[in-house]
């Protein structure tokens, strides 16, 4: 299960080879080598790391769901049973439209991303979701237009600048 607090920083050296992947995904650890003036090693070792360590997400995140049949993205908040937490979140597992669900601070407990084919199978999936026991209450929010997609570029680059200004920093 992935959380929400980093076991461990990347450096600088990880932001870089992360970087190159970004700009050219299908690149070889020999090309990520060449490209970095890494050796290969230092590459094949630090991306087994960041895979076993979590850092590096599945392959399905780049899937779209548009891709698969579901254009629509929305948003349902969920006020739950708090001693039931768990069971409500295994059971949104079993609904395949869910594609991520966040527990929350505040008003409501749980911040759950559907998608849906149309409006008629958004309604039966807030319907699947309102009917798990110990859901108390839902408020569902179409998404009706990505503003900012997921990103993690503009971090990847400071942390690469940041390992650069350290390196500069630690120069006699």
Not at 154 to 165: E, T, V
């Amino acid at each position: 299960m992935n959380t929400l607090n980093s076991k461990r920083a990347l450096d600088a050296t990880d932001a870089r080879i992360l970087l190159a992947l970004v700009t050219e995904p299908r690149a070889t650890v020999v090309a990520l080598a060449e490209r970095l003036g890494l050796s290969r090693n230092t590459v094949q070792a630090r991306l087994a790391r960041m895979e076993r360590s979590g850092a590096l997400g599945s392959f399905e995140r780049r899937i779209t769901p548009d891709a698969l049949g579901y254009p629509l993205t929305a948003f349902v908040t969920a006020r739950v049973n708090q001693h039931r937490l768990a069971e409500v979140s295994q059971a949104l597992t079993g609904i395949a439209e869910v594609v991520e669900v966040f527990g929350l601070s505040g008003e409501t407990d749980l911040l759950v991303r559907v998608v849906a084919a149309d409006a008629e199978d958004l309604y039966r999936i807030a319907g699947q979701i309102l009917a798990i026991p110990d859901v108390e209450r839902t408020t569902t929010a179409l998404a009706m237009r990505e503003l900012v997609p997921h990103r993690l570029t503009p971090l990847l680059r400071r942390a690469a600048m940041d390992g650069s200004r350290q390196q500069e920093d630690e120069t006699p």
